[in-house]
T-cell receptor
Framework: EAQVTQNPRYLITVTGKKLTVTCSQN?????MSWYRQDPGLGLRQIYY???????DKGDVPEGYKVSRKEKRNFPLILESPSPNQTSLYFC?????????????FGPGTRLTVL | GQSLEQPSEVTAVEGAIVQINCTYQ??????LSWYQQHDGGAPTFLSY????GLEETGRFSSFLSRSDSYGYLLLQELQMKDSASYFC?????????FGAGTRLFVKA
């Protein structure tokens, strides 16, 4: 089954404790992206990756890091989480075709930073 | 700017037709997508317009006018299960910008 998986689904942590949210896709997509979703703001892009070893900042990259060492994996790293990073996080992947631009989203990770 | 504007809420009755509008202000615009998100779920793709005109997919249609920087999502024969949030999404190159979303309430 074609899918995007994220782990963990729920995480409660404390300020300053480094954490990683994993994202993996099995569709051989080149493009992957991380978003955060906050009430009333829709989804905001944090980072995206066009292919292995190629990443770039989205609209809200401060406080986050990413890496893309393999095509299928795109982890999101919070080196020193702060309470304003409490949010719902989504990973997505797409194989842009020039005709459609379908992004496939993971189930989401709800992060609470105390 | 790269913002998108869409209404925050729309209410309609079962069986009706509803239109959710989206205006965008952006440079480097490539296309407009629409996504649906139910409470507690992930966004799922509905439709995409790169060219002006209407795209139809079952009960859902999407329209784009590049000259007016305007698009809409049309939902026909509304069902209770269509109660969800709907996002217009601007795509251009590799950056993706989501609108804040329109919450659709379908009443019996």
């Amino acid at each position: 089954e074609a899918q995007v998986t994220q782990n963990p689904r729920y995480l409660i942590t404390v300020t300053g404790k480094k954490l990683t949210v994993t994202c993996s896709q099995n569709m051989n997509h080149e493009y992957m992206s991380w978003y955060r979703q906050d009430p009333g703001l829709g989804l905001r892009q944090i980072y995206y990756s066009m292919n292995v070893e190629v990443t770039d900042k989205g609209d809200v990259p401060e406080g986050y890091k990413v890496s893309r060492k393999e095509k299928r994996n795109f982890p999101l790293i919070l080196e020193s989480p702060s309470p304003n990073q409490t949010s719902l996080y989504f990973c997505a992947s797409t194989q842009t075709s020039g005709v459609t631009d379908t992004q496939y989203f993971g189930p989401g990770t709800r992060l609470t930073v105390l | 700017g790269q913002s998108l504007e869409q209404p925050s809420e729309v209410t309609a009755v079962e069986g009706a037709i509803v239109q959710i509008n989206c205006t965008y202000q952006t440079s480097g615009f490539y296309g407009l997508s629409w996504y649906q998100q139910h409470d507690g779920g992930a966004p799922t793709f509905l439709s995409y317009n790169a060219l002006d005109g209407l795209e139809e997919t079952g009960r859902f249609s999407s329209f784009l006018s590049r000259s007016d920087s305007y698009g809409y999502l049309l939902l026909q024969e509304l069902q209770m299960k269509d109660s969800a949030s709907y996002f217009c999404v601007r795509t251009g190159g590799f950056k993706t910008i989501f609108g804040a979303g329109t919450r659709l309430f379908v009443k019996a």
